[in-house]
């Protein structure tokens, strides 16, 4: 019989992603319900000195997959090893982070264990009656939400970024380290990475920044980037974007907002010439206040945000930069 | 080089948010009135990327899509860019399939068209969101599968895919036959030229019902889905904006600083 509820703890080298504290916390929940325990499983090379923190945030084991096969994900190498764990742990539920790795992994190793898995979900819950996880998640873009639930073991799901909550982190909790053997070879392996290139922008990480100035396709070229750059930077913040500015090369991938993008909660998010689509809202509704600047009084924008001003961004942006400048006094 | 490009016909996301409605009687999403349903985004990028190494090295192109019901200059739109053959899986019995009878009815039929070097899917549909289909089928097939590509060349038997990640891309080689999801980074798909469309029109699709890629109903569509839908619906939205208003947008940007500072967010 499957039993316990597992999270799968991206190593980040001998660290662990931020968002295994969210998903152990969404996990913990989970757990308590069924009665069962929480256990986390991280899979890589030379992670063993990551277990405390996992521990400390509530896994009762932490089982660790090492192996220099595992130092690069590839799909492969880490379906395999997945598949090999889950064999000997047999879990009834497994929990991923919806990220570069959930999305290839999770997919792909539900179709090998010939179970299902729902992505990309924010709320969690077990059936009283079923006893079977309830997962909801945005569809349509984020126009609708469903609810979905299967009973083929075990009961995957991958998580949205900030959308649960963090356990606290209790030191003295305690738990054991199990070290798990899987057969991997080279061989098995039918892609090859042949490098990595990263082209964030300088500066602060968007998932980090306390305020997002983002721009959308009305801003229409570089030239009102240098606009919002010096905005950004008054307010120590990071410049975000919807889609049409990544298709149109005016700023790197890895600043697009939304459901194929980064999810952000900053505490302020500026959004300006941006219509406000369901898809990019699905990025950026976390934000504590929403600010928006468009052009057209009927835009979606005007539904999401808290405060806005209707003109061109033009004339509105600097006239506001100036005014921030004389209130910050910088 | 033979390629297969798997496209999904869906409501058109990027209607007006406000026409978007659902009967929580039946679970399903009311198609607007007189919004024409369209290739989900990412799938057109699919077929782009298939063309784009036809155009370099030549190759055929088949596209298939799974379905009821489905609006011939819609899916016949690949057709128009400049693919090949186009197959319907088109029955009752695919209606209202989940990610796992959709891979496998598509699998099954991948099999019959026989031989490929590459499959091309869209990182996912723009209705479900779910982004399992194209991992699925490789699963199924048992081949390699490179996920979020934003550029896919081929030579000597392989790919290279420059994939999508966090902060920036990887370049991963993968041998043939293999299955590439392609995203909107790969850049805009071409348009259909006049020529292409007229050839498109006299052209018939393949159609095939689950016997022709011997499957049995109980396997594809509803009855064959591991997943159950207990519920849809649309979140509501209490969201109340606070307009700012100015002389002029000049003035009324530096109301709104004064404002935004006032209400303790800056
Ligand atoms: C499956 C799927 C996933 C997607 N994922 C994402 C995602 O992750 N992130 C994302 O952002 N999008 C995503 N999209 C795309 C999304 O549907 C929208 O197309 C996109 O968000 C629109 O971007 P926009 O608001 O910048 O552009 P538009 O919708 O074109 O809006 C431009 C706005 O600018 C305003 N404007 C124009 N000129 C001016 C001016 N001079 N001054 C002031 N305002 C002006 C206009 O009034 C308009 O409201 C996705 C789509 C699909 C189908
Ligand atoms: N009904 C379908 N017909 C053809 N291709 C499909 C279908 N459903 C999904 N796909 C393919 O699988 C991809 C991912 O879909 P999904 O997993 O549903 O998000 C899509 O972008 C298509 O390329």
């Known amino acids: 019989m499957e039993k316990g509820v597992l999270i799968f703890v991206e190593a980040q080298g001998a660290n662990v992603s931020p968002m295994a504290g969210e998903l152990l916390g969404a996990g913990k929940k989970l757990a308590d319900v069924l009665g069962e325990e929480l256990a986390a499983i991280i899979v890589g090379n030379q992670v063993a000195s990551s277990p405390p923190e996992v521990i400390a945030w509530g896994a009762k084991k932490v089982y660790v997959v090492d192996d220099p096969i595992l130092k690069d994900y590839q799909t492969d190498a880490y379906v395999s ?28 190793l539900a ?58 982190k209790d030191p003295s909790r305690q738990g054991e380290t199990i070290p798990i053997k899987v057969d991997l070879k080279p061989a098995q392996i039918r892609t090859r990475l042949v490098k990595r290139v990263k082209e964030e922008v300088a500066g602060i990480k968007l998932e980090e920044a306390r305020v997002i100035v983002a721009c959308g396709r009305g801003m229409a070229g570089a030239e009102g980037f240098k606009q919002l750059d010096a905005l950004a930077r008054l307010f120590k913040g990071a410049v975000g974007a919807s889609r049409p500015p990544v298709d149109n090369n005016w700023i790197p991938s890895s600043q697009q907002v939304g459901l194929t993008g980064k999810i952000v909660t900053p505490e302020v998010y500026i959004a ?50 100036e005014k921030i400048k004389e209130l910050t006094g910088s | 080089m033979n390629m297969i490009v798997c496209v999904k016909q869906v409501p058109d996301p990027e209607a007006p948010p406000a026409s978007f409605k659902v009967d929580s009687a039946t679970n399903k999403v ?53 693919a090949d053959e186009l197959v319907l899986l ?90 590439v999801t392609v995203s909107n980074e790969l850049g805009e798909a071409r348009y259909a030229a006049l020529k292409g469309i007229m050839a498109a029109a006299k052209k018939q699709p393949i159609v095939w019902k689950p016997a022709d890629i011997g499957v049995n109903p109980s396997e594809v569509g509803a009855a064959g889905r591991r997943t159950r839908l207990l519920k849809l619906f649309q979140p509501v939205k209490e969201g109340k904006c606070e307009i700012v208003a100015g002389e002029n947008p000049a003035d009324a940007a530096a109301k709104l600083a004064l404002r935004l500072r006032e209400a303790k967010v800056i």
């Open chain 1, 272 to 321: 300006v010439a941006i219509s406000g689509s369901s898809q990019h809202m699905a990025g950026c509704s976390g934000a504590k206040t929403i600010v928006a600047v468009n052009k057209d009084p009927e835009a979606n924008i005007f539904k999401e945000a808290r405060f806005g001003v209707v003109g061109d961004w033009k004339q509105v942006l600097p006239a506001f930069i």
């Open chain 1, 81 to 108: 090893a997945m598949e090999q764990a889950l064999g000997q742990i047999q879990p009834q539920v497994v929990l991923m982070g919806q990220t570069e790795i959930g999305r290839d992994l999770a997919p792909r």
């Open chain 2, 90 to 179: 088109e029955d009752a019995a695919f209606e209202d399939s989940d990610s796992w009878s959709t891979a496998f009815a598509l699998a099954m039929a991948i099999r019959k068209i026989g031989a490929f070097d590459l499959i091309f899917c869209g990182r996912q549909a723009s209705d479900w969101d779910a982004g399992q289909v194209g991992s699925g089928i490789a699963e199924i097939l048992g081949i390699p599968s490179v996920t979020i590509a934003r550029k896919v060349t081929v030579a000597d038997g392989k790919a290279l895919v420059e994939r999508v990640t966090s902060d920036g891309y990887e370049e991963v080689e993968v041998p043939f036959p293999a299955l």
């Open chain 2, 30 to 82: 009311i198609p607007p009135p007189g919004v024409k349903p369209v290739l989900s985004p990412f799938d057109e990028q699919a077929v782009e990327a298939a063309l784009r190494i036809k155009d370099a090295k030549g190759g055929k192109v088949t596209v298939v899509s799974l379905g009821n019901n489905l609006v011939r200059d819609v899916v016949k739109k690949p057709l128009a860019m400049g």
């Open chain 1, 111 to 168: 179709f090998r264990l010939k179970t299902s898995v729902s992505m990309d979900c924010t709320e969690l819950a077990i059936d009283p009656q079923t006893k079977l996880l309830l997962q909801s998640r945005p569809v349509y873009g984020g126009n609708a939400r469903a609810v979905f639930t299967f009973s083929t073991k075990p009961q995957m799901a991958t998580v949205r970024a900030k959308s649960m909550e963090p356990l606290a």
